[in-house]
């Protein structure tokens, strides 16, 4: 896994929450390879309301559709690990909207790491990080 700092590009994929790779969730298969990939990590934000390309509203308000809510995928690292990623990204994603922008990385730090961070720090004493 890297550890992105400085200039990075952020990777967006829309898709529908219901949406599936060999029986399970697209946005899993996506995790997990971006993972395997050594990307710095991944995260997935389900939305309540939303519409693509097929200008159909997905809401939670409505029940017959909240089933298809809409859902994206965030990954952000180096410029060119996020561009080698990509081809994964051509065999998985069907239907939906991918995007890449530039971003900055300001802090990149791990659950415990944060705290041997501070321990050398009387006035972080008790507080968390990010």
Known sequence: MTRPTGAALRLTVFIGESDTWH??????????????????GASVFRGIEGFGASSLIHTSRLLSLSEDLPVAVVVVDTEERVRAFLPELDELVTEGMVT???????????????????QGDPDMKGKKSL
């Open 23 to 40: 029986r399970k969730p697209l946005y899993t298969e996506i995790v997990h390879r971006a993972r395997a990939a050594g990307l710095a």
């Open 100 to 118: 890449l922008d530039r971003c900055e990385v300001i802090r990149y730090v791990g659950r415990g790491e944060a705290r041997a961070e501070n």
